[in-house]
């Protein structure tokens, strides 16, 4: 059984004259998990979102570590099932599906 316990995706664009840079932080605690997201651009003062999900909510949920795992045990067997899919959570912590 593998879980995510903490999960980190940092985007930045170099755009002149706001550069700009995202950051999603994921972690894993008791009730669930919480998702941080943090928008900084430019000089701006950050913006910062935070929400969680309950266990029951994730359950069976892959998140991109998990899924790059799965990944490679797939090709290792050399074998795909049919229309594969696993509910998910994106890069931007939403709750979605990813189809193999």
Not at 3 to 8: A, D, W
Not at 30 to 44: D, R, W, Y
Request: hydrophobic letters at 30%; one cysteine or more.
């Amino acid at each position: 059984q593998l879980e995510t316990l903490e999960q980190e995706e940092q985007e930045c664009l170099e755009l002149r004259p706001h550069p700009t840079e995202k950051t999603t932080h994921i972690v894993s605690h008791e009730h669930g998990m919480t998702v941080t997201k943090t928008l900084q651009e430019g000089e701006a003062e950050p913006q910062c979102h935070s929400f969680s999900y309950s266990r029951a909510r994730l359950r069976a949920r892959l998140l991109e570590g998990a899924s790059l795992l799965l990944l490679r045990v797939l090709a290792r067997r050399q074998t795909m099932p049919p229309d594969l899919v696993f509910p998910a959570i994106d890069s931007e912590g939403d709750l979605c599906t990813s189809s193999y």
